[in-house]
């Protein structure tokens, strides 16, 4: 079945530290492709999304480009601030599809210090 | 209200005991989905519904959870007798179609003792 796999953490980094959490995908098609983030204490939210081969989604500093060649969306971003701290995780999605249900990977936590 | 509302924020219940755990869409959002966070299985997707369909059941892991939605709006998830591995943070997310964004509530805690 689709399936979702991202690097496990935890991840600790300096600010302005360089950032890469890497995510790659299984699916039959080609699904569109999200960052979700939770921060401390609150709900899961969009960071950013992809719906086809070669987008680049970016928000808040942060990109990720869809790579159909290599099944990835990996989350980058230049500077990390101690306010990124949070869980991220991957996931994928058939929009559209007779249900549209997020497939998640299993999330990665970062923390960074001042 | 602004966002998806989710009640109760936690719930401490014993095993074998029968939950119920709501949420409140935010308005005009016709498909709503539950989900299951819990630390070995990370996020899971249990149920769908859209409009007036019948829900996508399939995400359900055993005949013991069980959803309605009442008018198109709030949803009730239940879990009857329920288990220790029940014990997860349970999300609703709802959209205005599956081809859009999902919004998420805050979550429900469940711990069964």
């Known amino acids: 079945g689709d399936s979702v796999t991202q690097m496990e953490g935890p991840v600790t980094l300096s600010e302005e530290a360089f950032l890469t959490i890497n995510c790659t995908y299984t699916a039959t098609g080609y699904p569109s492709l999200f960052w979700y983030v939770q921060y401390p204490g609150e709900g899961l939210q969009l960071l950013l999304k992809?719906?086809?081969?070669?987008d680049k989604g970016s928000n808040k500093g942060f990109e990720a480009t869809y790579r159909k060649e290599t099944t990835s969306f990996h989350l980058e971003k230049g500077s990390v601030q101690v306010s990124d701290s949070a869980v991220y995780f991957c996931?994928?999605?058939?929009?559209?599809?007779?249900?549209?249900?997020?497939?998640f990977g299993k999330g990665t936590k970062l923390s960074v210090k001042p | 209200g602004a966002g998806v509302s989710q009640s109760p924020s936690n719930k401490v219940t014993e095993k074998g005991k029968d939950v119920e755990l709501r949420c409140d869409p935010i308005?005009?959002?016709?498909?709503l989905y539950w989900y299951r966070q819990s630390l070995g299985q990370g996020l899971e997707f249990l149920i769908y519904f859209q409009g007036n369909s019948a829900p996508d059941k399939s995400g359900l892991p055993s005949d013991r959870f069980s959803a309605e939605r009442t008018g198109g709006s709030v949803s009730t998830l239940t879990i009857q007798r329920t288990q220790q591995e029940d014990s997860a943070v349970y999300l609703c997310a709802t959209t205005v179609s599956s081809y859009n964004e999902q919004f998420f509530g805050p979550g429900t805690r469940l711990t069964v003792l």
């Open positions: 996931a994928s999605s058939f929009y559209g599809g007779s249900q549209g249900n997020l497939i």
């Open positions: 308005s005009g959002h016709t498909a």
């Open positions: 992809a719906t086809k081969a070669d």
